[in-house]
């Protein structure tokens, strides 16, 4: 008896033993990754800030060819913002509206036809919305901007921008249709699991349907779709390509505030120099600029979890 | 089910037509959130239909093809996206799985866990782009090599990892804790139970977490414009310079004109990809549903 078990316990140990080590060999790679991704953009980002001879962050510069170095976010960052925020503005309001079809309005069998359809469009490569964005959609709004800037155009938000139609209103429209399936996906899983008893008590007070949910479904989502939204809008901001192909980038400096401007975001101004990563120095500015988009995405997506968590708790 | 509360309680005017107009916008907004779908859908097959119907788009690179030239195809590119799919996928995969195994079979419910879930939340945040410098700093800046295949390779892992790694660890917690109970006590180790009882259990749920992860990874482009240059040549070796892959050609055309042949292929590079992607999509859909039947 004691000798079996010794045996027993000889194999297990071994085999375990290893086996234990490699997942937690790859729970630290995971980790180190994460860590490594901020370290290593901070390390060689830093030579080329302490060269930088403008203000990082208030300036709206970028020259970073010659021998001086003239690079400031300002404008970057206002891009990446108006863009992201224009698009969760569009996109939240249509995601909880289909979340709120699908589970409140129709049967379950139409709820997740209608479900699978809003997914595909998650599966959407981004440079096809790129394309769309560019060849179709822009053009195809041509005439309604022009119209809008005729009547709004007193509004420094609707005022002059550039001449083609890849300005900011066409990215963020682009930005809200990438990003409505994920915060469509996760507020019709927070709508499907509002407790039924919440509901058939609204209902058994005489509540139309819209107070039943105003009363029952909202309040039990709310910090879901807020959780939902803000993942959205960490997608939105660091969203490459499609606003790469979308934006006409401009030679003007200073940040124009219309949404019928041109311009670059920290994501889409990497990418269109991607093949001018020549100098330490220069490449260090851009790297620079890749730091702080990593920096935004982390708060934003930490604050996207610190609310689903709260929510659960 | 309101017109069976009859005409006793029925809502009074305001009330109604307020309900009314929500039902309208809610119907509206699912209106507005499918048609992108369909019109991107439609206008991708019918610009890119004609250019992919052509035997030589499946057996032809670009070499010596112009833009103002017809002909020539996309083999380079429907190879280049498959081939650096496969060699993240052998790299993130198994990184993946081990890492689901760590948080489900060995320190559930601890602080190291809650860590590791922690960063893999925020792995799965990190901007496409942002993935990209980094390798761009470790392997270029850093180690001194140049843009490859292998490098963008390596930014797609960390995209692929966290996508892969949450759904097997979703399969995993689905395992019930009877058959690990039932594998002890047949005396099989703990790694043996993972193995041979745990995984394959959970088998067809992770198989559909790496086909979505490598759609996902297949229609990326922003590490691809930074980590490797587009080739317009059918290069096979995955440390070289310079390879073709379906969302750089569509990148690298979208400038031409619409009247040049050039600008058909960058329909048809878009249509392969979106046929490529989906079907990977269907494919995981598919692989999910057979499982689910199994285990009925």
Known sequence: MSTSNLHFATIKHGGDRSFRAGAIAAAVVVVLLVLFVGVFLAVLAIPSLRRDTVSF?????????????????????????????????????VAVGTALL???YVPPRVGSTIGFLIDLLAAVPSIIFGLWGLKLLGPFLGPFYDWLQRVLGWIPLFGKGVESTGNVLTASIVLAIMVLPIVSAMSRNVFAHTPRDHIEAALALGATRWEMIRTAVIPYGRSGVIAASMLGLGRALG??????????????????????????TFASKIANNAQEFDSPAKTGAYIAAGLVLFVVTFAVNAVARVVAERRVS | MSTTTGTLTSPRGGRRAVDLVVRVLVYVSALI???????????????????????????????????????????????GTLEIGLVTAVVAVPVAVMGAIFLIEYARGTRWARLVSFTVDILSGIPSIVAALFVYTLLITLLGL????????????????????????????????????????????????????????AFSGIA?????????VMGETAPLLILVAYARNLYLSPTTSNMGTLPTMINSGRNVAETLPGYSRVWGAALTLILLVMGLNLLARGVARAGRLKDR
């Open chain 1, 102 to 104: 699908v589970t409140q």
């Open chain 2, 146 to 201: 140049g843009r490859s295949a292998v490098a963008a390779s390596l930014a797609l892992v960390l995209l692929m990892l966290p996508t892969v790694l949450r759904s097997t660890e979703e399969m995993l917690k689905l395992v019930p804790d009877s058959l690990r109970e039932a594998a002890y006590a047949l005396g099989l180790p703990k790694w043996k139970t993972v193995v041979q009882v745990v995984i394959p259990t």
């Open chain 2, 208 to 216: 559909t977490g790496v086909i979505l992860g490598l759609a996902r």
């Open chain 1, 57 to 93: 962050l208030t300036s709206t510069q970028w020259n970073v060819g010659t021998g001086t170095l003239q690079f400031g976010i300002a404008g970057l960052l206002w891009t990446t913002a108006i863009t992201s925020v224009v698009a969760m503005i569009l996109a939240v309001p």
């Open chain 2, 33 to 79: 959130a499918i048609a992108p779908l369909v019109w991107i859908l439609v206008s991708i097959v019918a610009e890119g239909l004609p250019a992919i119907l052509s035997a030589s788009w499946w057996t032809q690179d670009l070499a010596g093809t112009t833009d103002r030239r017809a002909g020539g195809g996309a083999l380079h590119a429907i190879i």
């Open chain 1, 239 to 264: 969203e490459t390509i499609a606003v790469m192909i979308i934006l006409s980038q401009t030679t003007t400096e200073g940040i124009n505030v219309s949404l019928f401007a041109g311009g670059e």
